[in-house]
């Protein structure tokens, strides 16, 4: 059975900062793009960031640039982002996603993802 499951929310203070983990469960992460997203509540959901299958090519949103990074270690099945400088805003559930075939110009678009983790809550609060 394929399985995502996110781990590494909390609460951080602004100006803080979150290490998220997707690890894959049921299959091998090696061929699929994976991707972040964030959910607040009563807003749609975002893409935050994305990597492609081999790590070469990574996305982002403008609103996170320069302080999330995103990496992939696929010996250990596991994809990271890495979240610094946090802002209340980036209070959300944050879901991980994983898909053979999405990235390019529309990452973004949680309908291009097939598979999905149940979230991890990280609230950005003093």
């Known amino acids: 059975q394929l399985q995502l499951v996110e781990s590494g929310g909390g609460l951080v203070q602004p100006g803080g900062s979150l290490r998220l983990s997707c690890a894959a469960s049921g299959f091998t992460l090696d061929y699929y793009a994976i991707g972040w997203f964030r959910q607040a509540p009563g807003k749609e959901r975002e893409g935050v960031s994305c990597?492609?299958?081999?790590?070469?090519?990574?996305n982002y949103a403008d609103s996170v640039k320069g302080r999330f990074t995103i990496s992939r270690d696929n010996a250990k099945n596991t994809v990271y982002l890495q979240m610094n400088s946090l802002k209340p805003e980036d209070t959300a559930v944050y879901y991980c996603a994983a898909d053979p075939w999405a990235g390019g110009s529309s990452w973004y678009s949680p309908r291009l993802w097939d598979y999905w983790g149940q979230g991890t809550q990280v609230t950005v609060s003093s």
């Open positions: 990597i492609s299958s081999s790590g070469g090519s990574t």
